[in-house]
């Protein structure tokens, strides 16, 4: 009993420094947490298709925000578009910038490690293993050009901002022609940390408190 307890407390620390340090982390139940700005992603990056909502996941703003606000998954209603303003209230950002301070702009930058002009699959990055059906260009059928991902802010003239994981741009366009290059893909975002399983820093840190007190009580004995 005591080398198992004794075990526990030296691997605890490194459970929590690991966890502490971490960008990305997977809750499991196809949810990716962001420990830096506080933000749980769907891990399918084109969930209105794959649930069977929408035929390919190309919609419009009005229905891509709809289907957002609407969502029910994790054990939570509180889905929503992500946001294109900076972290601090500020922009938003837009091309030609890397807008790396939008929540999108963070996933793609910070987050996956891409590169501003090139396609987020050319990253390196191991956290990209993370995501399924992020959409790019490369991965549209011929004719189909819809390679960008709506946002919730609004844009000039009616237009609502987009960010395109093709080339990391962030910009704006016309939300409701559905003829051309102006729909767009849907992608849920949660603000806090949906728990699936992964402790929270904090519960560790009890758990290896109380363990302290549990290996102490029994010297006493």
Known sequence: MKNFLTSCLLVLPLFVFANANASLISLGNGLVY???LDITWLADANYAKTSGYDA???MSWDAANNWALGLS???SDNWRLPTAYNQDGTGPCYHPAACTDSEMGHLFYIDLGGTQGSSIYLSTD???ALFSNIITSELIPTGRKYDTYWTSTDGWSGRKYYFAFTNGSQWAKNQDDPGGHDWGVAWAVHDGRLNQG???PQTLLLFGAGLSGLILSRRKL
Do not use: N, S, V
């Open 34 to 36: 962001d420990d830096a």
């Open 56 to 58: 390919d996941g190309i």
């Open 73 to 75: 998954y994790g054990g």
């Open 126 to 128: 191991p956290d990209l």
């Open 198 to 200: 992964i402790p929270e």
